[in-house]
């Protein structure tokens, strides 16, 4: 079985979408909440999100629960939020959050202990 699934990557930094070509110059692409209500309608089976202000700056800067809290509010599609995480606190307050998967990086090869954390925790 052939099975399209549509899946849009958006970043996310200080509550606002963006865009950029290459990783650079990115420019203001609007709200996300209104955005992700728009690819919802549009058929998107998932969201993939990614903070990339706590990506970049994962030492002092925690992941913006606040816009994921308002994403999820109004939206159903699933979504998959990543960037910043770098500990168990911070995959368990996401998935409070509203978001459905947790999107690992390098994290994922730096640090084993916390894949195994996640998986006996979440499955």
């Given at each position: 079985m052939n099975y399209l699934r549509i899946i849009p990557s958006l970043l996310?930094?200080?509550g606002k979408l963006l865009k950029g070509v290459s990783f650079q110059d990115h420019k203001n692409a609007?709200?996300?909440s209104s955005t992700i209500v728009a690819l919802e309608?549009?058929?998107a089976d998932?969201?993939?999100l990614i903070d990339i202000e706590s990506?970049?700056?994962k030492s002092s800067k925690e992941?913006?629960?606040?816009?994921l809290e308002k994403i999820s509010e109004v939206s159903s599609t699933p979504i998959t939020f990543g960037g910043g995480v770098t500990n168990m606190e911070t995959a368990k307050k996401i998935i409070r959050s509203g978001a459905e998967k947790i999107y690992l990086n390098r994290i994922a090869l730096r640090n084993r202990k916390l894949i195994i954390d996640l998986v006996n925790f979440f499955g």
């Open positions: 996310l930094s200080k609007g709200s996300p309608s549009q058929g998932e969201i993939s990506y970049i700056n992941p913006d629960f606040r816009t």
